[in-house]
């Protein structure tokens, strides 16, 4: 029976052939050959999860009126009083940027940034009365750090499913997505976990390292291949499993920093530990024509924005880490010839409470998400700003304000431009269906 060049690449990379037997170059090979079959362009997305929960009402403020004075008695001594002018666009005028986050205001003036309101973590349109009553569509485990994280990288309500919306994605555009698909430079996380993926880990130095022994000496490297064989020979199952793991490990990460080697120069960055991570993201970037990858998915993290005390002092700092390390990326990307090729988004467990605790917020629920790259419809604001005002029609308590956009809209939005066909975002996130508008209109 005939069998076509893709069937068949498919099916060594599946385990007709064994990775064991497979040197790095023709690992990487056979991958970056199934995937230029696939894709005619080039696209990345960049997950930045900001882990705690990040205060996202006040990135986004009001300058004057009714609105800044509702604002001021919310946050009482957390509140912001100068805020930057966005744009001159009518309908942002009454709107205002956290001074923490300057260095984004260029981006978002050129339209290569945008901030989307009012996300948050939903499986239908909520009301006050909804959730006053325990309707049956509300959320499980509000306001819990592990469940919300879970539930924004899951893409639906978890049950039984240890599965991302990242990971899932890419499966369903590659039969096998190349190793260099999929990587994170935070670790394991349930976004990169599909059912035949897992993110290819990587440190923020840009190392990418697996070896069976230590030691580079001649004999070591005997001992590894000895070993090698062995496995590849034994009679068990889980040692031959356990063989072709390893030998596929160390093949791609001698695959990956061979990519790395003699990449033109990049715009600085800083030495802060996400603007460390995003440097190596944009390493890669510039490497995948040697990879072969037609999609990429990238996650990276910081810390710090479970805010409950010295918020007055830790957030415009954090923010302002966050909008430094943006910007350099974004620099990078345009450097590269890029940037209409790669969004960068934020995800984070949760907003916060409007109303201060004294010293900083508590868990809240809806917030405000920043996306950001050259096919991003910038210069605007989608979903909905919701009132900073406490008592208001969105407060189940104490400024926790109730979505108006669910992660899923956002997320599907990101899914669509990445190349997914509507029936593939539906079984991505199956809660769509509840909502009047699948994706929003923040890509171009």
């Known amino acids: 029976m005939d069998m076509d060049r893709r069937t068949f690449l498919s099916l060594c990379l599946k385990g007709g052939v064994s990775a064991a037997v497979l040197t790095s170059t023709q690992l990487s090979a056979m991958q970056s050959l199934l995937n230029q079959q696939q894709y005619n362009d080039y696209k990345a997305l960049v997950c930045i999860f900001l882990l705690g929960g990040n205060d996202s009402m006040n990135m986004l403020l009001p300058m004057s009126g009714q609105d800044k004075a509702d604002y001021l008695a919310s946050r009482q001594n957390l509140a912001i009083v100068d805020p930057i002018s966005l744009s001159p666009i009518s309908s942002l005028a009454e709107t205002g940027l956290n001074p923490a986050l300057a260095p984004l205001h ?179 970037i510039a490497s995948q024509s040697q990879l072969g990858t037609g999609r990429q998915i990238f996650y990276v993290t910081m810390g710090g924005f479970d805010t409950h005390d010295e918020q007055v002092t830790k957030h415009p700092e954090l923010l302002a880490e966050l909008a430094t390390s943006m910007s350099e990326f974004n620099r990078a990307m345009v450097s590269l010839g890029v940037n209409d090729q790669v969004t960068s988004f934020t995800m984070s467990d949760f907003g916060r409470t409007l109303s201060s605790n004294g010293d900083g917020t508590d868990h809240g629920w809806a917030g405000n998400q920043m996306v950001m790259g050259g096919a991003v419809k910038g210069q605007d604001i989608y979903g909905t700003l919701l009132p900073q005002r406490l008592g208001s029609e969105f407060d189940v308590k104490g400024g926790r304000l109730i979505p108006q956009v669910s992660t899923e809209q956002y997320s599907a939005t990101l899914a669509k431009w990445f190349g997914l066909s509507a029936s593939d975002i539906i079984e991505l996130f199956p809660s769509l269906g509840n909502f009047d508008q699948a994706t929003l209109n923040f890509m171009a």
């Open 106 to 284: 260029d981006i978002f003036n050129t339209g290569d940034l945008a901030f989307v309101g009012g996300v948050g973590t939903l499986l239908a349109p909520t009301t006050l009365d909804d959730f006053k009553n325990k309707r049956s569509h509300i959320p499980a485990h509000l306001f819990s750090h592990n469940d919300q994280q879970a539930r924004w990288m899951h893409g639906k309500e978890k049950q039984s499913i240890n599965t991302g919306w990242g990971g899932r994605m890419l499966e369903l555009l590659e039969d096998h997505p190349h190793f260099a698909s999929n990587i994170s430079l935070a670790g394991t996380n349930p976004w990169q976990t599909g059912h035949k993926t897992s993110a290819f880990a990587m440190s923020r130095s840009g190392q990418a390292k697996i070896h069976a022994f230590k030691g580079t000496s001649n004999r070591a490297q005997q001992i590894e291949q000895s070993v090698m064989r062995n496995l590849a020979a034994s009679q068990s199952r889980l040692a031959k499993v356990y063989g072709e793991g390893l030998s596929t490990g160390i093949a791609n990460s001698q695959a990956m920093n061979a990519s790395l080697e003699n990449l033109v120069p990049l715009p600085d960055f800083g030495e802060g530990r996400l603007s460390q991570q995003l440097q190596t993201v944009a390493k890669v």
